[in-house]
Protein backbone atom coordinates (compact mmCIF):
# COMPACT_ATOMS: atom_id res chain seq x y z
CA UNK A 1 0.00 0.00 0.00
CA UNK A 2 1.31 3.02 -0.93
CA UNK A 3 -0.13 7.06 -0.27
CA UNK A 4 -0.69 8.80 -2.46
CA UNK A 5 1.59 11.31 -4.48
CA UNK A 6 -0.47 14.60 -3.56
CA UNK A 7 -2.34 15.11 -0.30
CA UNK A 8 -4.44 18.37 -0.28
CA UNK A 9 -4.38 20.40 3.26
CA UNK A 10 -7.63 21.96 2.52
CA UNK A 11 -11.14 20.68 2.21
CA UNK A 12 -11.65 19.34 -1.65
CA UNK A 13 -14.28 21.98 -3.69
CA UNK A 14 -14.09 24.57 -1.03
CA UNK A 15 -14.51 28.50 -1.97
CA UNK A 16 -11.18 30.34 -1.91
CA UNK A 17 -12.14 32.41 1.09
CA UNK A 18 -11.74 31.06 4.14
CA UNK A 19 -13.99 32.30 6.83
CA UNK A 20 -11.24 32.29 9.45
CA UNK A 21 -7.54 32.98 8.69
CA UNK A 22 -5.27 32.56 11.40
CA UNK A 23 -1.46 33.47 10.92
CA UNK A 24 1.06 33.09 13.34
CA UNK A 25 -1.03 33.48 16.70
CA UNK A 26 0.70 33.49 20.14
CA UNK A 27 -0.74 33.23 23.01
CA UNK A 28 1.98 33.61 26.22
CA UNK A 29 1.23 33.87 29.90
CA UNK A 30 3.98 35.60 32.11
CA UNK A 31 6.35 38.69 32.48
CA UNK A 32 6.67 40.49 29.13
CA UNK A 33 4.40 38.46 27.46
CA UNK A 34 4.79 40.55 24.16
CA UNK A 35 8.83 40.20 23.90
CA UNK A 36 8.50 36.40 23.35
CA UNK A 37 6.99 35.84 19.83
CA UNK A 38 9.23 39.11 18.65
CA UNK A 39 12.84 36.80 19.59
CA UNK A 40 13.59 34.56 17.35
CA UNK A 41 16.04 33.16 19.82
CA UNK A 42 13.10 32.71 22.04
CA UNK A 43 10.93 31.47 19.52
CA UNK A 44 12.89 28.60 19.25
CA UNK A 45 13.06 27.24 22.83
CA UNK A 46 10.87 24.57 24.03
CA UNK A 47 8.10 25.11 26.72
CA UNK A 48 9.74 24.40 29.00
CA UNK A 49 12.96 26.10 28.35
CA UNK A 50 11.19 28.85 28.05
CA UNK A 51 9.26 28.47 31.71
CA UNK A 52 12.75 27.97 32.96
CA UNK A 53 14.46 30.90 31.15
CA UNK A 54 11.91 33.62 31.59
CA UNK A 55 9.08 32.94 33.48
CA UNK A 56 6.76 32.97 30.64
CA UNK A 57 4.25 30.01 29.54
CA UNK A 58 3.30 29.67 25.36
CA UNK A 59 -0.06 28.23 25.31
CA UNK A 60 -0.38 28.81 21.61
CA UNK A 61 2.46 29.93 19.25
CA UNK A 62 3.03 30.29 15.85
CA UNK A 63 -0.46 28.52 14.52
CA UNK A 64 -1.63 28.93 11.03
CA UNK A 65 -4.92 27.91 9.42
CA UNK A 66 -7.71 28.56 7.70
CA UNK A 67 -11.24 27.22 7.91
CA UNK A 68 -13.60 26.97 4.76
CA UNK A 69 -16.83 28.60 4.67
CA UNK A 70 -19.26 25.59 6.14
CA UNK A 71 -16.63 23.25 6.95
CA UNK A 72 -16.33 21.08 10.02
CA UNK A 73 -12.67 22.11 11.71
CA UNK A 74 -11.46 20.39 14.46
CA UNK A 75 -8.67 21.06 17.33
CA UNK A 76 -7.35 18.38 18.90
CA UNK A 77 -4.54 17.31 21.71
CA UNK A 78 -4.00 16.20 24.98
CA UNK A 79 -4.42 18.27 28.13
CA UNK A 80 -2.34 21.20 28.07
CA UNK A 81 -1.54 21.18 24.08
CA UNK A 82 -3.16 24.65 23.87
CA UNK A 83 -6.52 23.99 22.34
CA UNK A 84 -8.85 25.67 24.41
CA UNK A 85 -6.45 28.60 24.84
CA UNK A 86 -6.71 28.61 21.07
CA UNK A 87 -10.51 29.07 20.61
CA UNK A 88 -11.00 31.12 23.07
CA UNK A 89 -7.93 33.30 21.39
CA UNK A 90 -10.11 33.18 18.17
CA UNK A 91 -13.22 35.03 19.61
CA UNK A 92 -11.03 37.48 22.09
CA UNK A 93 -12.33 35.61 25.10
CA UNK A 94 -8.39 35.31 25.70
CA UNK A 95 -6.72 38.22 23.85
CA UNK A 96 -3.84 37.06 21.94
CA UNK A 97 -0.32 38.32 22.39
CA UNK A 98 0.68 38.22 18.77
CA UNK A 99 -0.44 36.81 15.05
CA UNK A 100 -4.09 37.81 13.51
CA UNK A 101 -7.04 36.38 13.51
CA UNK A 102 -9.48 37.39 10.52
CA UNK A 103 -12.58 37.04 10.50
CA UNK A 104 -14.63 37.26 7.01
CA UNK A 105 -11.53 39.37 6.25
CA UNK A 106 -12.08 41.29 9.07
CA UNK A 107 -8.79 41.72 11.81
CA UNK A 108 -10.80 40.64 15.19
CA UNK A 109 -7.67 41.77 16.94
CA UNK A 110 -7.91 45.24 15.60
CA UNK A 111 -11.80 45.57 16.57
CA UNK A 112 -12.69 47.88 19.36
CA UNK A 113 -14.91 46.80 22.58
CA UNK A 114 -18.27 47.44 20.27
CA UNK A 115 -17.35 45.69 17.61
CA UNK A 116 -16.40 42.94 19.43
CA UNK A 117 -19.63 42.33 20.84
CA UNK A 118 -21.58 42.30 17.84
CA UNK A 119 -19.48 39.80 16.56
CA UNK A 120 -20.03 37.45 19.07
CA UNK A 121 -24.00 38.65 19.37
CA UNK A 122 -24.33 38.34 15.10
CA UNK A 123 -21.70 36.47 13.91
CA UNK A 124 -20.31 33.77 16.04
CA UNK A 125 -21.53 31.38 18.85
CA UNK A 126 -19.61 29.56 21.91
CA UNK A 127 -20.73 26.30 22.95
CA UNK A 128 -19.22 24.99 26.14
CA UNK A 129 -18.53 22.28 28.10
CA UNK A 130 -20.16 23.53 31.30
CA UNK A 131 -23.72 24.66 30.30
CA UNK A 132 -24.49 28.00 31.84
CA UNK A 133 -27.55 27.94 31.82
CA UNK A 134 -29.78 30.62 33.83
CA UNK A 135 -31.96 28.25 36.48
CA UNK A 136 -34.45 30.18 37.15
CA UNK A 137 -35.44 30.19 33.12
CA UNK A 138 -37.55 27.84 31.22
CA UNK A 139 -35.79 26.08 28.32
CA UNK A 140 -36.98 28.68 25.83
CA UNK A 141 -36.39 31.73 27.97
CA UNK A 142 -32.98 30.35 28.09
CA UNK A 143 -33.06 30.28 24.52
CA UNK A 144 -34.20 33.32 23.56
CA UNK A 145 -31.29 35.08 26.45
CA UNK A 146 -28.72 36.65 23.69
CA UNK A 147 -31.96 37.17 21.44
CA UNK A 148 -33.02 39.49 24.61
CA UNK A 149 -30.00 41.06 25.66
CA UNK A 150 -29.69 41.97 21.51
CA UNK A 151 -32.90 44.08 21.86
CA UNK A 152 -35.05 41.63 19.64
CA UNK A 153 -39.17 42.10 20.44
CA UNK A 154 -40.24 39.34 22.41
CA UNK A 155 -42.81 37.89 20.10
CA UNK A 156 -40.04 37.71 17.35
CA UNK A 157 -37.57 36.39 20.05
CA UNK A 158 -40.08 33.39 21.25
CA UNK A 159 -40.73 32.33 18.13
CA UNK A 160 -36.99 32.02 17.08
CA UNK A 161 -36.73 30.28 20.20
CA UNK A 162 -39.38 28.09 19.57
CA UNK A 163 -38.22 27.40 15.76
CA UNK A 164 -34.36 26.23 17.12
CA UNK A 165 -35.35 24.49 20.16
CA UNK A 166 -37.47 22.23 17.35
CA UNK A 167 -34.19 21.89 15.90
CA UNK A 168 -32.25 20.51 18.05
CA UNK A 169 -34.87 17.84 19.01
CA UNK A 170 -36.72 19.33 22.44
CA UNK A 171 -40.14 19.81 21.49
CA UNK A 172 -42.46 19.69 24.36
CA UNK A 173 -39.74 20.72 26.61
CA UNK A 174 -40.48 24.77 26.57
CA UNK A 175 -41.45 25.27 30.00
CA UNK A 176 -39.30 22.62 31.71
CA UNK A 177 -36.25 24.14 33.54
CA UNK A 178 -32.67 23.27 33.54
CA UNK A 179 -32.48 21.13 36.87
CA UNK A 180 -35.46 18.77 35.50
CA UNK A 181 -32.94 18.39 32.07
CA UNK A 182 -30.68 15.24 31.96
CA UNK A 183 -27.53 16.15 31.30
CA UNK A 184 -27.36 15.61 27.47
CA UNK A 185 -30.88 17.72 26.80
CA UNK A 186 -29.21 20.67 28.66
CA UNK A 187 -26.33 20.92 26.39
CA UNK A 188 -28.90 20.43 23.63
CA UNK A 189 -30.43 23.89 25.52
CA UNK A 190 -26.72 25.19 24.90
CA UNK A 191 -26.97 24.28 21.31
CA UNK A 192 -30.30 25.98 20.97
CA UNK A 193 -28.85 29.22 22.45
CA UNK A 194 -25.79 29.03 19.96
CA UNK A 195 -28.25 28.52 16.86
CA UNK A 196 -30.84 31.14 18.39
CA UNK A 197 -28.71 34.25 17.17
CA UNK A 198 -27.93 32.63 13.69
CA UNK A 199 -24.35 33.18 13.49
CA UNK A 200 -21.84 32.50 10.74
CA UNK A 201 -19.63 30.13 13.08
CA UNK A 202 -20.39 27.90 15.88
CA UNK A 203 -17.23 27.19 18.16
CA UNK A 204 -17.78 24.17 20.27
CA UNK A 205 -15.12 23.63 23.51
CA UNK A 206 -15.24 20.49 24.57
CA UNK A 207 -19.10 20.68 24.56
CA UNK A 208 -19.80 16.73 25.55
CA UNK A 209 -16.87 15.44 27.74
CA UNK A 210 -18.54 15.85 31.24
CA UNK A 211 -21.61 13.33 29.26
CA UNK A 212 -22.27 9.69 29.86
CA UNK A 213 -20.67 7.98 26.51
CA UNK A 214 -24.28 6.90 25.15
CA UNK A 215 -25.59 10.49 25.74
CA UNK A 216 -21.56 11.74 24.02
CA UNK A 217 -22.60 9.42 21.09
CA UNK A 218 -26.05 11.05 20.60
CA UNK A 219 -24.44 14.58 20.82
CA UNK A 220 -21.64 13.39 18.37
CA UNK A 221 -24.81 12.79 15.98
CA UNK A 222 -26.99 15.62 16.28
CA UNK A 223 -23.96 17.84 15.55
CA UNK A 224 -23.61 16.01 12.27
CA UNK A 225 -27.50 16.16 11.87
CA UNK A 226 -27.53 20.21 12.62
CA UNK A 227 -24.63 20.56 10.63
CA UNK A 228 -25.57 18.88 7.19
CA UNK A 229 -29.39 20.72 7.74
CA UNK A 230 -28.02 24.59 8.59
CA UNK A 231 -24.50 24.15 7.20
CA UNK A 232 -22.77 26.19 9.97
CA UNK A 233 -19.31 26.39 9.56
CA UNK A 234 -17.83 24.56 13.17
CA UNK A 235 -14.79 25.20 14.86
CA UNK A 236 -14.82 21.95 17.23
CA UNK A 237 -13.05 21.25 20.66
CA UNK A 238 -11.71 17.96 21.67
CA UNK A 239 -9.30 15.87 23.46
CA UNK A 240 -11.13 12.70 21.82
CA UNK A 241 -9.56 11.40 18.37
CA UNK A 242 -12.46 9.36 18.06
CA UNK A 243 -15.10 12.13 18.34
CA UNK A 244 -12.28 14.29 15.85
CA UNK A 245 -12.66 11.62 13.28
CA UNK A 246 -16.53 11.62 13.34
CA UNK A 247 -17.59 15.07 13.28
CA UNK A 248 -14.16 16.67 11.62
CA UNK A 249 -13.86 17.59 7.77
CA UNK A 250 -9.81 18.64 8.72
CA UNK A 251 -8.39 18.03 12.17
CA UNK A 252 -5.44 19.89 13.42
CA UNK A 253 -3.52 17.77 15.96
CA UNK A 254 -1.89 19.91 18.61
CA UNK A 255 0.82 19.49 21.09
CA UNK A 256 2.24 21.95 23.59
CA UNK A 257 0.82 25.16 21.70
CA UNK A 258 2.33 24.07 18.42
CA UNK A 259 0.32 22.71 15.46
CA UNK A 260 1.52 19.47 14.58
CA UNK A 261 -0.02 18.05 11.56
CA UNK A 262 -3.54 19.43 9.95
CA UNK A 263 -5.15 17.10 7.45
CA UNK A 264 -8.29 14.85 6.80
CA UNK A 265 -8.37 11.66 8.89
CA UNK A 266 -7.56 9.67 6.24
CA UNK A 267 -4.24 12.09 5.89
CA UNK A 268 -3.35 11.87 9.56
CA UNK A 269 -3.80 8.12 9.51
CA UNK A 270 -2.66 6.72 6.04
CA UNK A 271 0.45 9.37 6.57
CA UNK A 272 1.78 10.91 9.83
CA UNK A 273 4.01 13.71 9.87
CA UNK A 274 5.71 11.76 12.75
CA UNK A 275 5.88 9.68 15.86
CA UNK A 276 3.55 11.82 17.98
CA UNK A 277 0.79 11.60 15.85
CA UNK A 278 1.29 8.04 15.03
CA UNK A 279 0.92 7.17 18.15
CA UNK A 280 -2.51 9.18 18.14
CA UNK A 281 -3.80 7.31 15.71
CA UNK A 282 -2.23 3.72 16.46
CA UNK A 283 -5.38 2.06 18.12
CA UNK A 284 -7.81 3.86 14.95
CA UNK A 285 -8.82 1.15 12.70
CA UNK A 286 -7.47 1.89 9.34
CA UNK A 287 -10.39 0.35 7.26
CA UNK A 288 -12.84 2.39 9.36
CA UNK A 289 -10.54 5.54 8.09
CA UNK A 290 -8.73 5.04 4.48
CA UNK A 291 -10.34 6.13 1.36
CA UNK A 292 -9.41 3.73 -1.72
CA UNK A 293 -7.04 6.55 -2.79
CA UNK A 294 -4.64 4.94 0.03
CA UNK A 295 -4.72 1.72 -1.09
CA UNK A 296 -5.39 1.49 -4.61
CA UNK A 297 -2.23 -0.19 -6.92
CA UNK A 298 -1.23 1.37 -10.68
CA UNK A 299 -2.73 -0.89 -13.25
CA UNK A 300 -0.82 -3.91 -14.36
CA UNK A 301 -0.47 -4.96 -18.18
CA UNK A 302 -1.98 -7.67 -17.10
CA UNK A 303 -5.14 -6.67 -15.21
CA UNK A 304 -8.69 -7.07 -16.45
CA UNK A 305 -10.32 -3.43 -16.76
CA UNK A 306 -14.19 -4.94 -16.72
CA UNK A 307 -14.68 -5.07 -12.93
CA UNK A 308 -17.23 -2.56 -11.29
CA UNK A 309 -16.41 1.22 -10.63
CA UNK A 310 -15.81 3.14 -7.43
CA UNK A 311 -14.36 6.60 -6.25
CA UNK A 312 -11.60 6.91 -4.57
CA UNK A 313 -13.28 8.87 -1.63
CA UNK A 314 -15.21 5.64 -0.55
CA UNK A 315 -13.88 4.19 2.80
CA UNK A 316 -12.41 0.72 2.66
CA UNK A 317 -14.69 -0.99 4.63
CA UNK A 318 -17.73 0.13 2.62
CA UNK A 319 -15.84 -0.85 -0.32
CA UNK A 320 -15.06 -4.90 1.29
CA UNK A 321 -17.80 -6.75 -0.36
CA UNK A 322 -18.08 -4.93 -3.56
CA UNK A 323 -14.14 -5.90 -4.12
CA UNK A 324 -14.39 -9.41 -2.28
CA UNK A 325 -17.40 -10.11 -3.86
CA UNK A 326 -15.88 -9.25 -7.43
CA UNK A 327 -13.78 -11.73 -9.86
CA UNK A 328 -12.20 -8.65 -11.32
CA UNK A 329 -10.26 -5.80 -9.92
CA UNK A 330 -12.40 -2.82 -8.89
CA UNK A 331 -11.63 0.12 -10.79
CA UNK A 332 -10.98 3.45 -9.03
CA UNK A 333 -12.64 6.36 -10.64
CA UNK A 334 -13.19 10.07 -10.67
CA UNK A 335 -14.89 12.18 -13.67
CA UNK A 336 -14.50 8.95 -16.11
CA UNK A 337 -10.54 8.93 -15.06
CA UNK A 338 -9.24 5.22 -14.21
CA UNK A 339 -7.04 6.46 -11.05
CA UNK A 340 -6.05 2.89 -10.30
CA UNK A 341 -6.96 -0.78 -8.92
CA UNK A 342 -8.36 -2.43 -5.96
CA UNK A 343 -7.56 -5.98 -5.86
CA UNK A 344 -8.98 -8.71 -2.92
CA UNK A 345 -5.01 -8.26 -1.57
CA UNK A 346 -4.95 -4.39 -1.39
CA UNK A 347 -8.18 -4.99 0.67
CA UNK A 348 -7.13 -7.72 3.03
CA UNK A 349 -3.72 -5.79 3.68
CA UNK A 350 -6.04 -3.37 5.96
CA UNK A 351 -7.96 -5.23 7.07
CA UNK A 352 -5.49 -7.86 8.35
CA UNK A 353 -3.14 -5.26 8.91
CA UNK A 354 -1.20 -5.05 12.78
CA UNK A 355 -3.17 -1.62 13.43
CA UNK A 356 -6.45 -3.41 12.30
CA UNK A 357 -9.30 -4.90 14.83
CA UNK A 358 -9.07 -2.94 17.91
Known sequence: MTAPEAVPSTTAGAPDSPVISVRNLWKVFGPKAASIPASPELCELSRRELVERTGCTAAVREVDFDVAPGEVFVVMGLSGSGKSTLVRCLTRLVEPTAGQVLFEGEDILACDEKRLRELRRRKFSMVFQHFGLLPHRSVLDNVAYGLEIG??????RRRRAGEVTELVGLSGYENHHPDQLSGGMQQRVGLARALAGDPDVLFFDEPF?????????????EVIRLHHEVGKTMVFITHDLSEALKLGDRILIMRDGRPVQCGTGDELVGAPVDDYVRDFVREVPRSHVLT???????????????????GPDVVVREAIRAVLSS????KVVRDGQLLGIVDDAEILAVVAGPDEGH
Do not use: F, H, T
Open 151 to 156: GMSRAE
Open 209 to 221: SALDPLIRRDMQE
Open 292 to 310: LRWIMREVRPDDALDGPEL
Open 327 to 330: DRPV
